[in-house]
């Protein structure tokens, strides 16, 4: 079935030979929180590939922010280590560093010591920055935002040019509910225009979570279906082996819903559910994304499932529960498990559910989403052995694996007619062969190139709160909160959730 596929799209035309992206225009790509950890596993990593690739210009330049006492020998010797960790890899296999890569960004990278909360870091970035094009990344703690914004405004650093620009990336978490990322947004802009605001979700810089987009409006065959005639329900997973790690003190007052679901997950279900933009334009793109979001209907506490993982066993490994993990309260009632039953109240999907869940300490790391189309109907085969239709589902594969399968019926070879479930399966890594990423290079050089569409905008951000306000708004509560063993599938809850909808999972592990 796969060569059948492959061969026949191959007629299409060779993949790989689409126009050369352009060069980013030169400028400083300052880091606030220049000696952090996301700094240097993820956006040094970046910036390296973009490089590799050729899509840096000589003017580019790396200012880290931070307040370690470094000169900036130092800082390019802790920048070489940490690509070397992180950066040169393929896959999981650690290649050499490209020297060339190296000899070019080295002299590109400049160090300006100081505390995030002192004027005078921001008169010494003005000097290492000059008057050229300037990106700010706040790779810090939330609580930084804000301050760091306003100080920009003070010190003069966000007037753009006639021809240069000051644009400035902002990190998750993005407010804490809806009331706290209202306020944070109309702090950033009482600075900045809606224009310069870059805020990230990670999960936008997944090429499969782009390839939503194009499957959906580049091929003439899903759009006819996508909607309540012909789709049953949607499943949308984010599923993680991992535990807590060492992020304790963050994710006690977090939670798998702040976490996971106002941002990454509905970002996928905004991609999976919104009309068709008029155009690419970020903000054509943007409108549809939040009038989706805003049709959420309003939770009710029997849509929710919240859950805490127990002890387990994950990979072959023993593996303590969540109440055991270093830093955490012993009484924790910290959810690291949350599925939930939205309702979309719009034309197109009146009536079918989006069940979602995400959570820790899960049988497998899987990021997907499913959507089962309704049955065929029956009357045909009920002369024949086949007792029931099974459903057909497409299932976008975000990761570990990208791609997307379909399962249908077939007829299983044979005198008698019975059928037999088989999948069509594309995989991104067969089909294209694309360099080592992050996930942040398209990010970072979107913002470059002055494109926002993967960016969420304040009421995309906002929209994203709304809906999961009334959980918020439940507070936390032992009656509602369900235990999982690690490494298992969830919470017994959570098959019950679809259970009473004659619905099931589709299996983590
Ligand atoms: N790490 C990750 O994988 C991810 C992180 N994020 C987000 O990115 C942001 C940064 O996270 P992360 O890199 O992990 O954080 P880190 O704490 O590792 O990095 C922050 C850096 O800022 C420095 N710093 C703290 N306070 C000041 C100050 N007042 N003045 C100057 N420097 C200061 C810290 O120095 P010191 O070490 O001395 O405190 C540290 O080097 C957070 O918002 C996080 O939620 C998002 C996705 C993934
Ligand atoms: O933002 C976050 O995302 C990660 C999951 O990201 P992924 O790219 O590995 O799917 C999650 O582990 C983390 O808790 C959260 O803060």
Redesign the pocket.
């Known amino acids: 079935m796969e060569n059948i596929i492959a061969s026949a799209v191959s007629q299409v035309g060779d993949p790989g030979h689409e126009a050369a992206p352009r060069r980013s225009p030169p400028g400083s790509f300052v880091i ?11 956006l040094l990593p970046a910036i390296y590939n973009l490089a590799c690739a050729g899509l840096l210009d000589d003017g580019f330049s790396v200012v880290a ?4 006492d470094l000169t900036d020998a130092q800082l390019q010797q802790n920048v070489r280590a940490a690509l070397e960790d992180f950066a040169a890899r393929r896959g999981a296999e650690a290649v050499a560093l490209r020297e060339d890569i190296w000899a070019w960004m080295q002299p590109r990278i400049r160090y300006v010591r ?5 004027m005078r ?1 921001y008169q010494d970035i003005a000097t290492v920055v000059g008057d050229q094009n300037c990106i700010f990344y ?5 609580r ?2 804000g301050p760091i914004v306003d100080r920009l405004g003070e010190a003069g650093l966000v007037r753009e040019g006639r021809h240069t620009f000051r644009r400035v990336i902002v ?3 993005f407010g804490s509910d809806l009331p706290s990322a209202v306020a944070l947004n109309e702090r950033l802009l009482r600075t900045l225009t809606e224009q310069q605001i870059y805020r990230i979700d ?1 999960y936008l810089g997944k090429e499969t979570v782009q390839n939503i987009l194009a499957l959906r409006f580049s091929n003439g065959f899903f759009e006819p279906l996508w909607n309540r005639q012909n789709i049953d329900h949607v499943q949308i997973t984010a599923a993680e082996t991992v535990g807590v790690e060492q992020r304790a003190k ?1 994710y006690e007052g977090t939670g798998a819903l702040r976490d996971m679901v106002p941002n990454h997950v509905m970002q996928l279900l905004a991609m999976t559910a919104m009309e068709a933009p008029i155009s690419f334009d970020a903000d054509a793109v943007r409108n549809e994304k939040t009038k989706v979001l805003d049709a959420i209907h309003p939770l009710l506490p029997q849509d929710v499932v919240r859950g805490q993982y127990a002890p387990g066993v994950v990979g072959g490994k023993e593996v303590p529960g969540y109440r055991q993990e270093p830093g955490v309260d012993p009484h924790s009632l910290t959810e690291t498990y949350i599925a939930i039953k939205f309702r979309i109240d719009n034309w197109r999907w009146a009536g079918v559910p989006f069940y979602v869940r995400t959570g820790k300490r899960l049988a497998a790391r899987k990021t997907e989403i499913a959507i089962h189309f309704k049955s065929a109907p029956y009357a045909l085969f009920r002369d024949t052995p086949v007792d029931k239709l099974a459903p057909n589902i497409m299932v976008i594969h975000i990761q570990p694996t990208e791609g997307v399968t379909m399962q249908f019926s077939a007829k299983i070879p044979g005198p008698s007619v019975r059928l037999g479930g088989v999948r069509m399966k594309f995989d991104y890594a067969e089909w294209f062969s694309e360099g080592p990423s992050t996930g942040y290079e398209t990010l970072i050089y979107d913002c470059m190139i002055g494109d926002a569409t993967l960016f969420q905008r304040a009421d995309n951000i906002e929209a994203g709160w709304r809906a999961v306000q009334p959980v918020l708004d439940w507070g936390q509560d032992a009656r509602s909160l369900d235990f999982y063993a690690a490494g298992s599938e969830g919470p017994e809850a959570a098959d019950a959730l679809l259970a009473r909808d004659h619905r099931h999972w589709l299996k983590i592990g």
């Open positions: 606030f929180g220049g000696g952090g950890d996301l700094t240097r596993r993820l922010v931070d307040r370690a100081g505390d995030f909360e002192t870091t706040l790779a810090v703690a939330a930084f935002f990190e998750k978490p990670h963050f």
